[in-house]
């Protein structure tokens, strides 16, 4: 099939930037690309007819770092690197607010909470609490983000935990209208947004590259992959691991408790409410190797697990019945947390791997993923 001579001229015509993944980093790319330079010409291809990936299937916590993950991450890599990390983390929360707004994507500061059940790894998180929040309280402007709230088990309804840790600058917020903000900012700065197109492969010739897709080949100046976790599809030289999120979410629970985000686990279960529904996720843990997928599918195992806990634990003699499920796909490496922004070649780059954290980096790593390209051009 041939182009015809509008849709060459209007979008396929001197194209300066085509990013390959409309979710939250594709998005805030062209979106800061198109601000620094209203004249370019930017392309965003999604492949799914709304977005795959996590961008639209997370749990939506505004959150970076609860006790235990950063005490996992200390065991792994420096006190620099994870307090760099978090302040990153920071700093994308609140262009993301800056950018959208807290009303238009319903930014809730409602707290968040790590709970357990587990003697030692709470006395290691509390013993931890002084020290995280100095670390931070230049990144958050409190002094205490994080204190101990055991007092508060009970006003929730929870059943099995001993004792809760409150992360005061936590926040959760409407992932749907987040993302349909970005899209409609998108669209206004003049990037052309297409869905249903899929990227096969790419040949980077003279001065621009050549794009394969499941439409329709075309050219460009500089091509970017914001893909996360379905990066090594097509680039198999960048390190990123595809991990599967499982959630579910129930009807309206009557006098609902639970208000704020909730972690357990070292963050391998969350929940949160949704107004009066109640959303979990989580479960990954059960099933690494199962987990480390691409494919957006829920398995017996962990909804069964999820569901187990849900009854049990969180919603303990409350009626509400299971109203939908889902899978989200995250982006993570071997160990490293830090997201990927790199040119591969002169005219190809990245910006990948969010590690789980996409809400919170999103915003800050395709503004930098905007300045890498337009240094190209």
């Known amino acids: 099939m041939n182009y015809s001579h509008w849709e060459y001229d209007s979008y396929f015509k001197s194209v300066d930037l085509v990013i390959v993944g409309g979710g939250i980093v594709g998005l805030n790319t062209a979106i800061a690309a198109k601000k620094t330079n209203h004249a370019l010409k930017v392309i965003v291809l999604e492949k799914g007819v709304v977005l795959m990936g996590a961008s639209l299937r997370n749990a ?26 978090v ?42 609490i002084d020290r995280f929040n100095k670390e931070i309280s230049h990144i ?37 209208k987040m993302m349909r903000a970005l899209i409609s900012k998108a669209a206004e700065l003049g990037v052309i947004l297409m869905n249903g197109i ?34 090594s599809l097509v680039l198999k030289e960048i390190s990123v691991k595809p991990a599967r999120a499982q959630v579910l979410i129930t009807t309206p629970v009557a006098g609902v408790k639970i208000k704020g985000t909730f972690h357990y686990d070292k963050g391998y279960y969350y929940f949160r409410n949704v107004g009066d529904r109640v959303l979990f996720g989580g479960g990954r843990n059960l099933d690494f190797e199962g987990e480390t997928t691409t494919e957006l599918e ?40 830090s997201p990927i922004i790199k040119s591969i070649s002169p005219h190809v780059h990245c910006a990948v791997r969010l590690g789980g954290m996409g809400v919170a980096i999103g915003t800050l790593v395709g503004q930098e993923a905007a300045q890498m390209v337009l240094k190209q051009l």
């Open 87 to 128: 302040e990153r983390r920071w700093k994308g929360l609140l262009a993301l607010r800056n950018l959208i707004g807290d009303g238009v994507m319903e930014y809730e500061a409602l707290g968040g909470y790590e709970l357990f059940d587990n003697e030692g790894s709470f006395n290691e998180s509390r013993e931890a």
């Open 198 to 231: 899929e990227v096969k492969g790419f040949k980077e010739e003279g001065d621009g590259v050549t794009i394969m897709t499941n439409w329709q080949d075309f050219k460009a100046k500089n091509l970017l992959f914001a893909t996360n976790a379905y990066t």
């Open 298 to 337: 829920t398995t017996e195992r962990i909804q069964s697990a999820l569901e187990t806990m849900l009854k049990e634990r969180i919603l303990p003699g409350e009626s509400y019945k299971i109203e939908r499920r889902w899978s989200g796909i995250m982006g993570m490496g071997d160990g490293d947390k």
């Open 140 to 176: 958050t402007g409190e002094k205490e983000t994080y204190r101990v709230t055991d007092e508060r088990i009970g006003s929730f309804g929870f059943k099995g935990f001993s004792h809760m840790i409150e992360n005061r600058c936590e926040a959760q917020i409407n992932t749907g």
């Open 60 to 85: 939506g916590f505004a959150c970076f770092g609860s006790p235990t993950e950063l005490l996992d991450d200390l065991k792994t890599r420096s006190a620099t690197q994870v307090f760099q990390l």
